[in-house]
Each structure stands twice: as C-alpha cells, then as structure tokens.
C-alpha cells in the first residue's frame, strides 16, 4: 500500500470509529495489523479497518459479506459492519469490530478444538442461506498465486521439487479447472492466524476474502500438511479432527481414514507453503530456515508418490 493510501486508511477507520464526532475522543492511537499487497489492516479502539486488494471483485466480496453478516452465520463468522463498502484509492474498505488473536507466544494454548467446530458449523451451512452469485472459494486460486510467485523469483535451487509436487496434482487444485466440490460453504484460508476471540469471550472466524462454496477438506489441508510434515504434533491433530468429527464436520468420513478426502488438499497448501517460502527468501537474501526445508522435502517425496485420484478427480 502507498504511503499517501495509509493515512487515508486510519481517517477512515477513526471516522468509523466515532461516527458523531469530527475528531477522535477516545485518545486511541490508531495501529497497523496488517499491510501486505493483498489487503492492509487498522484499528482504532474497537474498529478495524480493510482495505481490500486492487482488482477485487465487488460482487463477489459483496457476496462475502452477505454471508458474513447473515444471522445462520452468527456464532461463527464475524459480522461486518454493515453490508456495504467504502471506497479508497481504488481499493473496497471493509469495516469490522476488533477481536483478540491467538497468542502466537503460547501455542499450548492454540484453540484447535474451537477452530475445528467452528469450521464444521460453517461446512453445515445451509445451500439456502448462501446468496446468489457466491463465488468458489479462492484456495486452490491462493496456491497457484504461490507458485507463479515462486517461478516470477527466479532459479532456486530448492524450486525443483516444489514444482515437480505442483505438477503431479489435478487440474483443479492448481486452479486449471472447475473443482468437482462446489455444494460446501468453505473458509479458503484456514489457519490460527484468522480466529479472533470477540468481547464475549467465543472464537469466531475472520477474512472473508476468499470465502465461497467448495471442497470442504481444504480448509482442513494446512493442519494436515503441517502434520504430514512433522510439524504439526500428533496430538494436536488428533485433537482437531476429532473435535471437527464431533462437531459432525463433512469433509471426512465419521469413522473411517480421512486421507483420501485430505490427500490432494494438503498437497497442494504443503506447495503453495513451500513456494511461498523460496520466493521470501529470495526476496530477502537470505537462506532457508529449518522449518522451510522440511516443508521442501516433504514436497519432494510427494513428487515421487502421485495422489492416487478417484476418476472425477483426474481432471
């Protein structure tokens, strides 16, 4: 975001903030949560503000927003405020009330169980609730933005296997194709980073950006693909897909191995990880970190063991 775009960014949200007033009167100091090409975030006392990326597509987040703001969907996502959008520099603002994050500092305390029911409810979301026009969800769309970012940085000597894991997935989770899943509500782009815990003190999900309808398990693939690569310990797993199942989550089964449901999803957010980690590391002149080479690896022995696709999904 220009550095002209961000001060005009905090006027808004201090107006939205204190709707009476001409000045602030809470003496709160407005901060940035968030600035990155894809959308930039502020707070002034309990408001936040969003200016969406460039190019976004209106009816599309206007859809989002119906969504978020629809009384089925209270309890799980965070509402906005109101149903429309401002205007800034080209970009849609979006406004919405602050909610605390999670404690990247305590991840003994990481709300999986609560994440894990939270998106069940959303994966039950009833077809007639949903708005017309809804768009897919945008994950698959994510993951192939990763990857024309990690090509875009140039030869790296880690790049091959990354790609070679990318290429051996099907059609439509590289974004090439429709996704045979279109009959869920799904979130996109789950991850600890968009739950927030609201005044009352329940977890809600946040970042509608590329909320839409979809296949339900990639919402489950990063946990998964964190797990599958080591990271993730197993317990922690075990606690959010049992608390998902519980919570009659439909991306898996209730009883039986959820891999076939997860396999190609988790793949796909282990390359779209991985690609997204060269191409920083390019960008910053710096080498790989422990963490990144080990998401790499596991990208190489996918490579070598192709997802075993059902005949709908081979496209």
Known sequence: MTADVLPALRAKVRAAAHPAAEVCVCGTDTSVLADRPDGTVVRHG?????????????????????VAAHPALAGILLPPHGPGTAELDGRPVTFWSYGTPVDREDPDAAP????????????????????????????????????????????????APVLRAWAVL??????????????????????????VRSGNGDWLLIDIDDLGRGDPAWDLARPAAWFACGLLPPDEWTRFL??????????VP????????????ARALSVQ?????????????????????????ACDRMAAHPPELAPDFAT
Not at 242 to 251: F, H, I
């Open 46 to 66: 309990a408001t936040v503000a969003k200016a969406h990326a460039a190019g976004t597509d209106l009816a599309g987040l206007a859809a989002r927003l119906a």
């Open 112 to 159: 999986w169980e609560e994440a894990a029911a939270l998106l069940a409810r959303l994966h039950r979301t009833p077809d007639s609730v949903l708005p017309p026009g809804l768009p897919p969800m945008r994950g698959p769309a994510k993951a192939a933005r990763a990857v024309a970012r990690l090509r875009a940085a140039g030869p790296h000597p880690a790049a």
């Open 170 to 195: 099907p059609a439509w989770a590289r974004d090439e194709a429709p996704m045979p899943d279109l009959g869920t509500l799904c979130h996109g782009d789950l991850h600890l980073g968009q739950l």
């Open 242 to 251: 049992t608390a998902y199942r519980k919570a009659g989550g439909t991306a």
């Open 254 to 265: 209730a009883d039986s191995d959820p891999w076939p449901a997860l396999d190609v999803p």
């Open 273 to 297: 990880t991985a690609a997204q980690a060269i191409a920083k590391s390019v960008a910053g002149g710096r080498p790989l970190d422990e963490v990144e080479t080990s998401v790499i690896d």
